[in-house]
């Protein structure tokens, strides 16, 4: 294994577990390293910090572990035993008639740089690291090991999610198994998940209690679901017996997905309609009629840089939700912004409020589910905030 040496001083953050080296912490490496390599991290004065997956960029390596070992088929089932041991107990023995879960979140699982979300018996991994994208056969093997019977299929999707320079021309497709059966079941409810299109690994699990919330407040209301990719949030709001709800979103794509999950589950409604438009314009021109409203829209800043536009961004969404919506009203409002901090959200969402002068009232603060764990000392990993607000 090669191994790279830290300049003084920059083993510190490593002390305290943060899983990142920035490349100006590096003092020397091996003219031969390649890019996703597993590397040795030596201290100035020689210590050994641990093993991570070298890469070019502004972090050179993100680390699997801070002791010294080999990064080998012990080392991946031992990582997702524990991720899935983690969402076992705390997840999946809680909740009936569900079998989507992210069973590993990156850094949260000590695995930086890897997704991995489970469809019925479908895993799909998607690797966002050169290294991990080089080790996916070796994944997707400690995968089905672990799981057993539970897994039955890898499908690999990283076309967008790897850096264009390293060149890897990385193939989607199932790594291990084959199957077209792609209907899978969260809380109950059904879902088409569009592994081989859709964006993420196919479907926001990250909403799943979000969503099941909002199925507690649908009873009779008019439901305006905007950005609603696959429909999540809609079908939920026809399970709790909302009196009629519209989806929007700007993909025709998505349009159609919300449209089959739908019917999937409500084969015969008449209370869901669905269009193809921007979310803005739908906003200001057709929704005076709603009293629950869903804002999740993409992140908006995906970068520190973009902050400013970002805020824009929100503030102008929650303006033009807040004048529209009915007296009594329920705003969801969320922000998948890694960028933006909680604090930066409720800000934003406060001056929304303002300059639309209405009454605002917080019923709820929302984050990212337990199968999207935040670990301590990486606390970048905190990314989906929301707030439930009532608006008189
Ligand atoms: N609420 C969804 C996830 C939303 S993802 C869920 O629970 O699964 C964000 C969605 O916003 C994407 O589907 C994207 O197509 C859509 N989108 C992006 N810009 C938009 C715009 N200006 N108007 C409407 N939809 C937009």
Not at 52 to 66: D, E, K, T
Not at 116 to 144: C, P
Not at 169 to 181: A, P, Q, R, S, V
Request: net charge neutral.
């Amino acid at each position: 294994m090669n191994s790279i040496q830290l300049k003084p001083k920059k083993e510190e953050s490593l002390l305290r577990f943060h899983p990142w080296i920035f490349s100006g912490a590096i003092a020397q490496k091996p003219a031969n390293l390649e890019e996703g390599e597993v590397v040795r991290v030596l201290s100035h004065s020689g210590d050994c910090l641990g093993v991570g997956h070298f890469q070019i960029g502004s972090i050179a390596v993100r680390m699997l572990s801070f002791d010294n070992r080999p990064i080998d088929n012990a080392f991946w089932k031992e990582r997702i035993g524990k991720a899935y041991e983690m969402r076992r107990t705390t997840l999946l023995d809680h909740l009936a008639d569900n079998n989507i879960y992210r069973l590993v979140h990156g850094e949260g699982d000590m695995l930086p740089g890897l997704i991995i979300d489970v469809y019925n018996h479908t895993a799909v991994v998607q690797a966002h690291s050169v290294g991990m994208h080089k080790q996916r056969e070796d994944i997707a093997k400690a995968l089905v090991e672990v799981l057993g019977n539970n897994v039955e299929n890898v499908y690999y999707k990283s076309e967008t999610t790897l850096p264009y320079k390293a060149n890897l021309h990385e193939k989607e497709g199932f790594l291990i198994g084959n199957t077209n059966e792609n209907v899978a079941k969260e809380n109950g409810l059904q879902f088409h998940i569009d592994w081989l299109k859709g964006q993420k690994t196919g479907f926001f699990v990250d909403q799943r209690e979000n969503r099941h919330l909002l199925e507690k407040y649908a009873k009779g209301r008019r439901v305006l679901n905007l950005f609603c990719y696959t429909g999540g949030f809609s079908v939920y709001a026809l399970r709790g017996g909302a009196e009629y709800v519209c989806s929007i979103d700007s993909s025709e794509k998505a349009i159609e997905l919300t449209r089959q999950n739908v019917a999937l589950n409500f084969p015969d409604t008449s209370r869901h309609e669905a269009y193809a438009e921007d979310a803005f314009k739908y906003l200001q021109q057709n929704a005076a009629d709603y009293d629950l409203m869903v804002l999740d829209p993409p992140a908006f800043a995906k970068h520190r840089d973009a902050l400013r536009n970002a805020a824009k961004g929100y503030i102008r969404l929650n303006a033009a939700a807040f004048r529209q919506i009915r007296p009594g009203g329920i705003v969801f409002t969320f922000s998948c912004s890694q960028a933006v901090s909680k604090e930066q959200f409720r800000l934003f969402v406060f001056t929304a409020a303002q300059q639309s002068g209405r009454k605002v009232r917080i019923l709820h603060q929302l984050h990212q589910p337990i199968d999207h764990p935040i670990n301590i000392y990486h606390p970048e990993g905190e990314y989906l905030k929301g707030l439930v607000l009532f608006v008189e």
